[in-house]
Nanobody, 124 residues
Framework: QVQLVESGGGLVQAGGSLRLLCAFS????????MGWFRQAPGTEREFVAA????????YYADSVKGRFTVSRDSAKTKVSLQMNSLKPEDTAVYYC?????????????????WGQGTQVTVSS
């Protein structure tokens, strides 16, 4: 069973940066593509970024492109989301997710495993 644990959330001023980490355990990390999603109160969970099994391909929502960077560290079995130039509209609970496929990574329904989420709050 895959377990995912997010960390790194917090309160930051607009224009600031945060780095989220997702620790992966329970299965072979390189067999899973990883995604980041977020959910603000009263909204549906939305795609933020994803990285394929090898780390060669990354995908971003238009709203974060150029500001966020997703990467994976196979040795540490972690995936990170570097978030720069944060805006108040980035405020949400951020979730890490894993799937044993490289297809459909923008869809939340694709993923088999989810973390518990970490809160990111950006003040104006």
């Amino acid at each position: 069973q895959v377990q995912l644990v997010e960390s790194g959330g917090g309160l930051v001023q607009a224009g600031g940066s945060l780095r989220l980490l997702c620790a992966f355990s329970g299965r072979t990390f390189s067999n899973y593509a990883m995604g980041w999603f977020r959910q603000a109160p009263g909204t549906e969970r939305e795609f933020v970024a994803a990285i394929d099994k090898s780390g060669d391909s990354t995908y971003y929502a238009d709203s974060v492109k150029g500001r966020f960077t997703v990467s994976r560290d196979s040795a540490k079995t972690k995936v990170s989301l570097q978030m720069n130039s944060l805006k108040p509209e980035d405020t949400a609970v951020y979730y890490c997710a894993a799937v044993g496929s490289n297809y459909g990574l923008r869809g939340s329904g694709t993923y088999d495993y989810w973390g518990q989420g970490t809160q990111v709050t950006v003040s104006s």
